[in-house]
Nanobody
Framework: QVQLVESGGGLVQPGGSLRLSCIAS????????MGWYRQATGKERELVAD???????KYADSVKGRFTISKDNAEHGVNLQMTNLKPEDAAVYYC??????????????WGKGTLVTVSS
């Protein structure tokens, strides 16, 4: 079993910043990539940012230039630095990890989510 635990959500004013963190633990052979998704009320879950084991990154167009994803290699983790937050960034943010647990098994795992509220 693999667990992903997010932290760092909260309330921030428009234009403010937040840093989300996610730590993976459990039966981890290797991690292929980790990422952040978000789901706003009444909307589908969408990719925010993703980073591969090799460090390649991908961002949603709506967050490019404002959000930065980075790996925490020491902790099997991933961070998301969010700046210049907008009301439309408000959502539950979920950490995702594509984890290899043995020589042949690769699965997607999800955290329980952390709420980001952007409001004045």
């Amino acid at each position: 079993q693999v667990q992903l635990v997010e932290s760092g959500g909260g309330l921030v004013q428009p234009g403010g910043s937040l840093r989300l963190s996610c730590i993976a633990s459990g039966n981890i052979f290797s991690i292929h990539n980790m990422g952040w998704y978000r789901q706003a009320t009444g909307k589908e879950r969408e990719l925010v940012a993703d980073i591969t084991n090799g460090g390649s990154t991908k961002y949603a167009d709506s967050v490019k230039g404002r959000f930065t994803i980075s790996k925490d290699n020491a902790e099997h983790g991933v961070n998301l630095q969010m700046t210049n937050l907008k009301p439309e960034d408000a959502a539950v943010y979920y950490c995702n990890g594509r984890v290899q647990t043995d020589y042949s098994t690769v699965m997607d795992y999800w955290g329980k989510g952390t709420l980001v509220t952007v409001s004045s």
